[in-house]
T-cell receptor
Framework: AQTVTQSQPEMSVQEAETVTLSCTYD???????LFWYKQPPSRQMILVIR??????QNATENRFSVNFQKAAKSFSLKISDSQLGDTAMYFC????????????FGTGTRLTVIP | EAQVTQNPRYLITVTGKKLTVTCSQN?????MSWYRQDPGLGLRQIYY???????DKGDVPEGYKVSRKEKRNFPLILESPSPNQTSLYFC???????????FGQGTRLTVV
């Protein structure tokens, strides 16, 4: 079974600084997607960034980038130039394309950006 | 506008009183799923469906039922709610094989 582990329940960062959120996963599959979702206080689930497992190049979306290490099964999120609006819960998620075709989540990291 | 709609957004009910949380999507997605979110536990999957009349258990299906009679709707049924089902619930949908999921606004359920 697939598992997604986020070992940092809470983190904080000064405004304008850079922070990295960690995520590891376990799977025997070769074809899958990885995601980071953001959940602000409004509770809405917002897709931040996605990575296809077959792509070696790390995904980037503006201030958000990932460090995808397939062999190590690691998928960390880097937020550069942190802004107050980045304060939220962040969930790492795994989608299995070839097995259950299902979406699994980690336990989340609560990020606080300090002014 | 492409969206997943959940109703109600908030619900307070009593133990044992049957309830249904509705979920509807307008994107013709094959995949739909229900999750519950609890502090420190992330989003845990309750049930999911790959298409009409096809449903399967997730990680925490006990105490819940679902049905998928139409492609757009995937209601979550609690036949006899208990206080340990107090949680935040999310419905999600996605196109089959394409992993980006769209989420509903969430339903905050309190069972007293």
């Amino acid at each position: 079974a697939q598992t997604v582990t986020q070992s940092q329940p809470e983190m904080s960062v000064q405004e304008a600084e850079t922070v990295t959120l960690s995520c590891t996963y376990d799977t025997s599959e070769n074809n899958y997607y990885l995601f980071w979702y953001k959940q602000p206080p409004s509770r809405q689930m917002i897709l931040v960034i996605r990575q296809e497992a077959y792509k070696q190049q790390n995904a980037t979306e503006n201030r958000f980038s990932v460090n995808f290490q397939k062999a190590a099964k690691s998928f960390s999120l880097k937020i550069s130039d942190s802004q107050l609006g980045d304060t939220a819960m962040y969930f790492c998620a795994f989608f299995d394309q070839t097995g259950a075709n299902n979406l699994f989540f980690g336990t989340g990291t609560r990020l606080t950006v300090i002014p | 506008e492409a969206q997943v709609t959940q109703n109600p957004r908030y619900l307070i009910t009593v133990t044992g009183k049957k309830l249904t949380v509705t979920c509807s999507q307008n994107m013709n997605h094959e995949y739909m799923s229900w999750y519950r979110q609890d502090p420190g536990l992330g989003l845990r999957q309750i049930y999911y469906s790959m298409n009409v009349e096809v449903t399967d258990k997730g990680d925490v299906p006990e105490g819940y039922k679902v049905s998928r009679k139409e492609k757009r709707n995937f209601p979550l049924i609690l036949e006899s709610p208990s206080p340990n089902q107090t949680s935040l619930y999310f419905c999600a949908s996605a196109r089959r094989g394409y992993a980006e999921a769209f989420f509903g606004q969430g339903t905050r359920l309190t069972v007293v």
